[in-house]
C-alpha cells in the first residue's frame, strides 16, 4: 500500500511493476482496519477554506433552488389569479357590449317605429332627430324627438307647409312589444 484518499476512500496499491487505485472495501479486512486505525492528519488552511467556500456555495444554491420553487409556487398562483381576473373582465366587456348592441337595436326599432308612426299620422315628410332618450323616473319608456312639414292652410287649401317640432313618447310592455304613449305636436 502506497496512500490513501481520505476523500475518496481509494487505497493506491503497488503490485509488481504496476501501481493500481483500488476501493477501500475491496482490501483484505486487516488493511481495512489498519487504515482505520491510522490517524488522519489535521486539515491545511488551504482545505480549510476551501470547504468553507464549498459549504457556502451549497448553501447559496440551495437557497437559490428553494426560493426559485417558492417564486414558482407564487408565480403560478399569480398566473392563475391573473387568468381569472382576465376572463372575468373578458366576460365583463363581452356582456356590456352586448347590452350595448341591445340598447342599440332597441334605439333603433323605437325610432323606426316613431318616424312610421308620425308618418302615418303626416305623411312622408317626418324627420328624426337624434336617437331616442329614455324619460328620467319612467323605466321602459323612450322620448323621441323630430320634425315634420305641417300644411299651412288658408281657405280649406293647403297653401305651404310650415316645420314644427313633434315628440313622441313610447313604452315597452312587458311582452317586449313596444307602444305608442303620448306625442306631443
Known amino acids: 500500500m502506497r496512500s490513501y484518499n481520505t476523500v475518496t476512500r481509494k487505497v493506491m496499491v503497488k503490485i509488481g511493476n504496476q501501481v493500481k487505485t483500488l476501493p477501500l472495501e475491496a482490501?483484505?479486512?486487516?488493511?481495512?482496519k489498519k487504515i482505520s486505525d491510522i490517524?488522519?492528519?489535521?486539515p491545511t488552511d488551504a482545505e480549510?477554506?476551501?470547504?468553507?467556500?464549498?459549504?457556502?456555495?451549497?448553501?447559496?444554491a440551495r437557497e437559490k433552488n428553494m426560493i426559485n420553487r417558492e417564486t414558482q409556487v407564487g408565480n403560478d398562483a399569480l398566473n392563475e389569479a391573473k387568468v381569472a381576473r382576465d376572463e372575468?373582465?373578458?366576460l365583463a366587456v363581452k356582456k356590456a357590449e352586448m347590452e350595448m348592441e341591445e340598447q342599440i337595436l332597441l334605439k333603433r326599432r323605437i325610432t323606426e317605429l316613431a318616424s312610421y308612426a308620425r308618418?302615418?299620422?303626416?305623411?312622408?315628410?317626418?324627420i328624426v332627430l337624434g336617437s331616442p332618450e329614455e324619460v328620467p323616473g319612467w323605466s321602459?319608456?323612450?322620448?323621441?324627438?323630430?320634425?315634420?312639414?305641417?300644411?299651412?292652410?288658408?281657405?280649406g287649401y293647403t297653401?305651404?307647409?310650415?316645420?314644427?317640432?313633434w315628440s313622441m313618447i313610447m313604452k315597452i310592455d312587458?311582452?317586449?312589444f313596444i307602444q305608442k304613449i303620448s306625442e306631443e305636436k
Do not use: C, H
Open 27 to 32: 482490501m483484505p479486512q486487516e488493511i481495512q
Open 39 to 42: 490517524p488522519l492528519p489535521p
Open 48 to 60: 480549510k477554506v476551501a470547504d468553507q467556500k464549498q459549504d457556502a456555495a451549497f448553501r447559496k
Open 88 to 90: 372575468s373582465r373578458r
Open 119 to 126: 308618418s302615418n299620422f303626416y305623411g312622408s315628410n317626418v
Open 140 to 155: 321602459g319608456q323612450w322620448r323621441v324627438r323630430g320634425e315634420y312639414d305641417a300644411p299651412v292652410m288658408t281657405n
Open 159 to 165: 297653401t305651404g307647409y310650415k316645420r314644427k317640432d
Open 174 to 176: 312587458s311582452n317586449g
